[in-house]
């Protein structure tokens, strides 16, 4: 870890009340009580919405920290249980994009719309009139099925602004994860199953990516197993005793070394 990462991370240690791990779900959805200070839609679907956090101090400077929520590709989990994640990077002068999108079950979800709908929600955020955020260079994160869509919408020719993505328990090879029997992965294979003519297209470990791309894995994660950590360029960050929600959860030292590794993007600010 660099000199600077790591005192970054140091610090939050010293300054953070730590939950014990691994966190749950459920531990989740009860930090995520967050209201977003403003909706955007950028479609006409139901899903298809834009949650906006901005700190007190909001300006056209302020950075953008676009995240992709998981859930297994399914609309059974939406943008709710990321409002904690939010606020946590809120309460550390972060503006917080969180992009509902249409999943599994969701008319028009599945390849390649799901990708297809974050993908245009990044291009309204970044088109704006008058944003309360810096419109031209944000930070992708995705969490589990949201790391897998993060890393495919961060293909240069698409031309989004990206600074650098942040790949949570992300699924960075999905035809193998599909291959596999637990609930989650059978729903990477009904998510492969709208477009199976397509399974390269929506594989990442075969597509383009941006060239700065961190992978966390909770070395205790039962979801997203430790395979998935592996793709060219990648920085790998493993966390010893976090589990698949501990990252995402503000409350942890997972947390923590998410935070310090975003503000270790924006050398120009200062704390």
Same mark, same amino acid.
């Given at each position: 870890?660099?000199?600077?990462?790591?005192?970054?991370?140091?610090?939050?240690?010293?300054?953070?009340?730590?939950?014990?791990?691994? @966190?749950?779900?459920?531990?989740?959805?009860?930090?995520?009580?967050?209201?977003?200070?403003?909706?955007?839609?950028?479609?006409?679907?139901?899903?298809?919405?834009?949650?906006?956090?901005?700190?007190?101090?909001?300006?056209?400077?302020?950075?953008?920290? @676009?995240?992709?929520?998981?859930?297994?590709?399914?609309?059974?989990?939406?943008?709710?249980?990321?409002?904690?994640?939010?606020?946590?990077?809120?309460?550390?002068?972060?503006?917080?994009?969180?992009?509902?999108?249409?999943?599994?079950?969701?008319?028009?979800?599945?390849?390649?719309?799901?990708?297809?709908?974050?993908?245009?929600?990044?291009?309204?955020?970044?088109?704006?009139?008058?944003?309360?955020?810096?419109?031209?260079?944000?930070?992708?994160?995705?969490?589990?099925?949201?790391?897998?869509?993060?890393?495919?919408?961060?293909?240069?020719?698409?031309?989004?602004?990206?600074?650098?993505?942040?790949?949570?328990?992300?699924?960075?090879?999905?035809?193998?994860?599909?291959?596999?029997?637990?609930?989650?992965?059978?729903?990477?294979?009904?998510?492969?199953?709208?477009?199976?003519?397509?399974?390269?297209?929506?594989?990442?470990?075969?597509?383009?990516?941006?060239?700065?791309?961190? &992978?966390?894995?909770?070395?205790?994660?039962?979801?997203?197993?430790?395979?998935?950590?592996?793709?060219?360029?990648?920085?790998?960050?493993?966390?010893?005793?976090?589990?698949?929600?501990?990252?995402?959860?503000?409350?942890?030292?997972?947390?923590?070394?998410? &935070?310090?590794?975003?503000?270790?993007?924006?050398?120009?600010?200062?704390?």
């Amino acid at each position: 870890m660099p000199y600077a990462l790591s005192f970054l991370f140091s610090w939050l240690l010293i300054t953070t009340p730590l939950l014990n791990s691994p @966190v749950s779900f459920q531990q989740v959805m009860e930090r995520s009580t967050a209201r977003a200070h403003e909706i955007l839609h950028y479609g006409d679907a139901e899903p298809q919405f834009v949650e906006l956090y901005f700190p007190e101090s909001a300006s056209s400077d302020v950075p953008l920290i @676009v995240y992709i929520h998981g859930g297994c590709w399914q609309n059974s989990f939406g943008v709710d249980h990321a409002r904690g994640f939010a606020e946590g990077l809120r309460d550390d002068g972060f503006a917080v994009a969180l992009v509902e999108y249409r999943r599994l079950n969701d008319e028009g979800g599945g390849w390649p719309g799901s990708l297809e709908d974050i993908v245009t929600a990044i291009e309204v955020l970044s088109s704006a009139d008058a944003p309360s955020y810096r419109p031209n260079s944000f930070t992708l994160v995705g969490h589990s099925a949201g790391g897998h869509l993060a890393l495919l919408a961060s293909q240069p020719q698409r031309r989004l602004p990206v600074r650098g993505v942040l790949g949570l328990a992300a699924i960075t090879d999905i035809e193998a994860y599909a291959a596999g029997e637990s609930g989650c992965q059978q729903a990477g294979a009904n998510f492969m199953a709208t477009a199976p003519e397509q399974a390269e297209a929506m594989n990442p470990v075969y597509q383009s990516r941006h060239s700065l791309v961190f &992978l966390f894995h909770g070395d205790q994660d039962t979801i997203v197993g430790a395979e998935q950590q592996q793709l060219d360029g990648a920085e790998a960050v493993e966390i010893s005793g976090a589990g698949h929600f501990d990252l995402i959860h503000p409350g942890t030292e997972a947390f923590a070394q998410v &935070l310090a590794t975003i503000r270790s993007l924006y050398p120009e600010l200062t704390r």
